[in-house]
Each structure stands twice: as structure tokens, then as C-alpha cells.
């Protein structure tokens, strides 16, 4: 079963070996456990639903209601963790087509209540924040419609309906020889529909592209009427369509379903671990790599401090303390760093890109340790978020900030997000335990993907939530600094909409902000998201 607490089925741990608990004492200093609050204690505080009696579909009883408060951001994991009840909707409706979703929103407008679309929950942007006020929340869940409609297979496009998740995607998918490739990390229990309307990216998009590039076409029930996209294979047909629902965050309407590019599976798949003697070399090779353009799956190069941080996660001790010392008499000492390649193609073009790849990396002082640690990256894929699990209960917090900029500036920006989180910690007499990698890479940059360990505080919500905060202000301004993209794959949501004027500028908010009036004149979709409330654009 899914934790209502914490990441991921309650059947499944990732442990912590003692040498990587030594590391987090010796870098963080003891952690601070803290007491679980209790579910049933939460959901007896639940206020009493506006919307009961509303409509057959909807559930007004406080546990399906609770099911739906938070999505899976550090503040949501403190809120559940401590206790701190946030705003709960009036009522769940578990839609299975797209003619319930168009009856719920004609309702919702005649009546003024609020809309929240929710799909796997897995949002880490504040997605999710039911807003407080005078008007009733309806939470709309589209788990429901998790089937897969239709397969082309000469066009190789799939309808799925917009809330199947991942592992329901792949299974239907693969019975027929085909995949999406669509694999985000929090690939377990996220959506068709959120990944279109926050723009995900996938671990090997660098083959099947980010899902703006897989998304066809699809069914936008919006307030003011159906909005369908057809699915072509190009057109030069003014502005498209498709860009109107990528990114909306469930403010334009309701994504039913959607139209994806799938291909065949793939013959060959495997992910190779190369190590480079320092940053520069490591990150001039990979930029070479990516604007080569061989056929690759996937390209992520950890810094040193990730790099170091992996390998101690990894346990085995003797055997990594082996793979050290033959990495340093290779060259690679301190400050190595480690780059999970992936060959994802028929067995031909697989050992002809391989080669290519292996001399290119070479030239950069790259060693090439073969295909055992990529195999078991692998199996692993989806279990890293578990250790969230694993660190809180040792005392210990963790999040993870990204973006995405040009070349000439990751290097600076990545080194500025680490010592801006130090900063911040350093404030409170505190330090972190930060690391990066580059998880997407682009002939044009980068995306850069850092993760930040710190002891939680003692004394509850009001503390810890107040750190997330500063740290999160602090990492922002460094990315709008360096020029950096709010984000690269999280999305906007709540946590990050007050940045996004810097990105688009006034005259860009403002044609957003028309285009939310245009489809939901009563604004009555996930207000706050993407658009703050009350910014200059809002009137
Ligand atoms: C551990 C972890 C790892 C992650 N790794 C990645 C990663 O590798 N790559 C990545 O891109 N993201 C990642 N994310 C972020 C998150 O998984 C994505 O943003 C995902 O696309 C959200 O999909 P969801 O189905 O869970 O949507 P939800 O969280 O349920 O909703 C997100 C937003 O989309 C809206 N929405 C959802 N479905 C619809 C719909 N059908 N119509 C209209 N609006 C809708 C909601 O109202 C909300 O505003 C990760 C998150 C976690 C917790």
C-alpha cells in the first residue's frame, strides 16, 4: 500500500549502511528524530465538507478528502510528518470518463466552487494546495482513467486515458511490443495527464525526448468548453495547439486524455559507469558527447561530492574501496566523477555508438568500468526516493532543486546552488550536504539537478518549514541570477510561481493570465498555480 507519510509502498526500504550514516554524522552532526503525528489524529480535525449532498460522484468523508491535501514536496512531507494540517477540499470525485469531468465543471461554474485535477499526487511544486476561502473545493481524481484507448501501431501513437501511471502505461504498452520510454523517477505513481501539464522529462529522454516531444495531441475539457487537439505528424498550421495544455498545471481545464509518440522496444539497452579525474573534464566530454548526437539514452554526470556520496550509499565497502584505488592509479582520485551512460538501440547501431562514445569519453580521461554498477543503477531506478524514507527516520531531511541553463553557466551556477544552501544553513549555526548532477543534457546546456541533506531541527513544523523556505528563496535567486529556468521538469505550482516573472516577463504574464480568463473566466481552476494570486497580471 502507498504511504500516506512518506515515498513510495510501505512494502518496500532502502536501508543505510554504517559507513553512510558515519558520513552524515561527520558532515551534518547527529540528526533529530522526531515523532510521526497520526493519520486518524489529522483527519478527526477535518472540518466539515461544503459539498456534501453536492453531486452523486463526489465523496465527502474526511479520509477520501485527506487522500487528496498534499502532494509530495518537502513542505507536504513535513505537514504529514508533524501533523500541520493544511487546507483539506470539500470533496473527491473519482471521474472515469471525460463526459463526468465536462458535468462536474459545468457544475463547479454554475456553483463558484474551486477545481483541483489530481492525478498521481506526486507533484513536489505545491501543485496540489487547496486554497482557503469562502468557495468549496472540489478535488477532481483522474486514477480512474487509467486504460489505454488505442494503439496505432503504423502511426506508433497510444491514447491513454490521462490518469494511467507509469508501471500501467509500460504494461500496456509492452504486451503489444511497444514502449513510451517515458521514465521519470517518481515513475511509480505519476501520470499521462501530469507529466503533459508539467512538462515532465523522462531518465532517457536524451532517446525518446521530454514528453512535450511525445505528446501528440488530446482532449482538454476546459470550463468553457472541449478543447481537442488532433494528433499530426507535423503542421504548419500557425501556433500549436499542443502548448496550450503542456505546462498548464490544471489551470486551463482537465487533460482526459492524451495521444503519445511510442516506439518498438528496443533489442539492446544497457548503462555503462565511467569515471573522470575531475569536473572540467568530465563536463567538457559530456558536452562534446551530446552535440556529437549519437544515438544514447541517457547521459548523467554526478560531481565529486556525488560521486563520493554514491559510492559510500552503495555499501560494499570492500569492494568500492577496490574500485577506489584502481580508479586513483587510473588517474581518477579525488574529486572523480561518475557518469551513467545509456545505449538504448538495435545491437548494431548499440556497439557502434558505444565505441564512438568510449574513444570520445577517453580522450577527455575518462575510465570505463563496465556495465555492473549501470545494471544494478538499473534495477534500481525508481528506489532512490526511498532513502527519503530511510533519512528521516535517522533524523535527517532531504530535497532536491533543479533547473536548466546554457553551458558557459552550469558549472558556475551549479557551484553557486551548493554554497547558497550552505549559506543559508551556516545562518542557523547548521551545514548541508549538498551534490549535484547533470541528469538531461542538451547540445545547448544542461539541466542541473542538486540535492540538499540537512539535520532536521528540532521543534516541529514551524522551524523545519521556515529553513525550506530560506533555502528555497536562496537557490531561486541564485538560478534567476545565473539565468537559469525556474525549472527543468518539477514545474511552477505554488512553490515556485513567484519566480516565474523573471522568466516571462510582463507582457508574457500577462497573455497567460489572459489565457486563463479566456478558458475559466470564473476562475475556478487550481488558482495559485503557475499564476500567484494577486500578482500585477492578475487584474
Ligand atoms: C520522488 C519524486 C521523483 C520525481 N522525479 C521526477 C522526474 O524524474 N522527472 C519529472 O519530470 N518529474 C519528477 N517528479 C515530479 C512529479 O512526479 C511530476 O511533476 C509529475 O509529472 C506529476 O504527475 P502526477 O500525475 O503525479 O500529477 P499530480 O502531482 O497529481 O498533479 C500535478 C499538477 O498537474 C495537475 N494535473 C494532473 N493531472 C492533470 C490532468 N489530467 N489535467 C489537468 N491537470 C492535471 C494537477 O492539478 C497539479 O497541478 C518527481 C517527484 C517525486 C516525488
Redesign the pocket.
Known amino acids: 500500500m502507498r504511504r500516506w507519510n512518506g ?1 513510495g509502498d510501505d512494502a518496500t526500504s532502502m536501508s543505510l549502511g554504517e559507513a553512510a550514516l558515519a558520513m552524515l554524522a561527520a558532515r551534518l552532526g547527529p540528526g533529530h528524530k522526531a515523532a510521526d503525528a497520526r493519520r486518524e489524529s489529522l483527519v478527526a480535525q477535518i472540518p466539515v465538507s461544503r459539498l456534501q449532498g453536492a453531486h452523486p460522484l463526489i465523496q465527502t468523508d474526511a479520509d477520501s478528502r485527506f487522500a487528496m491535501a498534499l ?2 514536496s518537502y513542505a507536504d512531507w513535513i505537514r504529514k510528518r508533524f501533523g500541520a494540517l493544511p487546507p483539506v477540499p470539500d470533496g473527491v470525485a473519482f471521474v472515469e470518463s471525460a463526459e463526468q469531468v465536462r458535468e462536474l465543471l459545468d457544475l463547479a461554474q454554475r456553483h463558484n466552487w474551486i477545481v ?10 505545491g ?2 494546495d487547496c486554497p482557503l476561502g469562502e468557495r468549496p473545493v472540489l478535488s477532481v481524481n ?1 486514477s480512474r482513467m487509467n486504460r489505454l484507448l488505442h494503439l496505432d501501431k503504423r502511426s506508433q501513437l497510444a491514447t491513454f486515458g ?2 494511467t ?1 507509469g508501471p500501467l502505461v509500460e504494461a500496456q504498452l509492452r504486451a503489444h511490443g511497444y514502449t513510451l520510454g517515458h ?5 511509480e ?15 532517457q529522454s536524451l532517446r525518446y525526448g521530454r ?1 512535450e516531444q511525445l505528446f501528440a495531441g488530446g482532449r ?1 475539457e476546459t470550463p468553457v468548453g472541449t478543447l481537442s487537439i488532433p494528433s499530426l505528424p507535423a503542421a504548419s498550421a500557425g501556433p500549436d495547439l499542443r502548448e496550450l495544455v503542456l505546462g ?3 489551470r486551463f ?4 486524455e492524451a495521444t503519445l509518440r511510442v516506439s518498438p522496444l528496443p533489442e539492446h539497452e544497457g548503462f555503462h559507469a565511467l569515471f573522470f579525474p575531475h569536473w572540467d573534464a568530465a563536463e567538457a566530454a559530456v558536452r562534446e558527447l551530446v552535440q556529437r548526437k549519437l544515438p544514447l539514452s541517457m547521459l548523467r554526470l554526478s560531481n565529486g561530492i556525488e560521486t563520493e556520496t554514491n559510492l559510500t550509499l552503495a555499501g560494499h565497502a570492500r569492494l568500492i574501496g577496490w574500485l577506489q584505488r584502481y580508479l586513483s592509479w587510473r588517474g581518477c582520485g579525488e574529486g572523480r566523477c561518475m557518469l551513467m551512460l545509456g545505449v538504448t538501440a538495435d545491437e548494431r547501431s548499440a556497439r557502434q555508438a558505444l565505441r564512438e562514445a568510449r574513444q570520445l569519453l577517453a580522450r577527455h580521461g575518462a575510465v570505463h568500468i563496465g556495465t555492473a554498477m549501470g545494471s544494478k543503477w538499473a534495477a534500481n531506478r525508481f528506489k ?2 526511498y532513502l ?1 524514507n530511510t533519512l528521516w527516520e535517522h533524523g535527517y531531511s532531504v530535497d ?1 532543486i533543479e533547473t536548466a541553463v546554457d553551458w558557459p553557466q552550469v558549472k558556475p551556477l551549479m557551484l553557486a546552488m551548493e554554497q547558497a544552501a550552505r549559506d543559508v544553513f551556516a545562518q542557523y549555526g547548521e551545514r548541508v550536504h549538498a551534490f549535484t548532477h547533470l ?1 538531461h543534457v542538451y547540445a545547448q546546456g544542461s539541466s542541473i539537478y542538486s540535492q540538499f541533506v540537512w539535520a532536521t531541527a528540532a521543534g516541529g513544523f514551524a522551524p523545519n518549514f521556515e529553513r525550506w523556505q530560506r533555502l528555497k528563496a536562496a537557490v531561486a535567486a541564485t538560478i534567476a541570477a545565473h539565468g537559469g529556468t525556474v525549472s527543468h ?3 511552477v ?1 505554488r512553490d515556485h510561481a513567484a519566480h516565474l516573472p523573471d522568466e516571462k516577463g510582463a507582457l508574457g504574464m500577462a497573455t497567460l493570465a489572459q489565457l486563463c480568463r479566456h478558458f475559466d473566466p470564473k476562475m475556478i481552476m ?1 488558482p495559485g ?1 503557475l499564476l500567484q494570486d494577486g500578482g500585477p497580471w492578475a487584474s
Do not use: D
Open positions: 515515498w502532494g509530495e483541483i485535477p489530481f492525478a498521481g499526487g506526486t507533484s513536489v511544486a501543485h496540489l483522474l490521462a490518469g501511471p521514465f521519470p523517477q517518481s515513475f505513481y505519476s501520470t499521462v495527464g501530469g507529466w503533459v501539464v508539467t512538462r515532465s522529462s523522462g531518465q514528453i482538454l498548464s498545471e490544471g481545464g482537465i487533460l482526459t532512490g526516493p527519503r532536491t541528469s521538469q518539477h514545474g505550482g487550481n498555480k
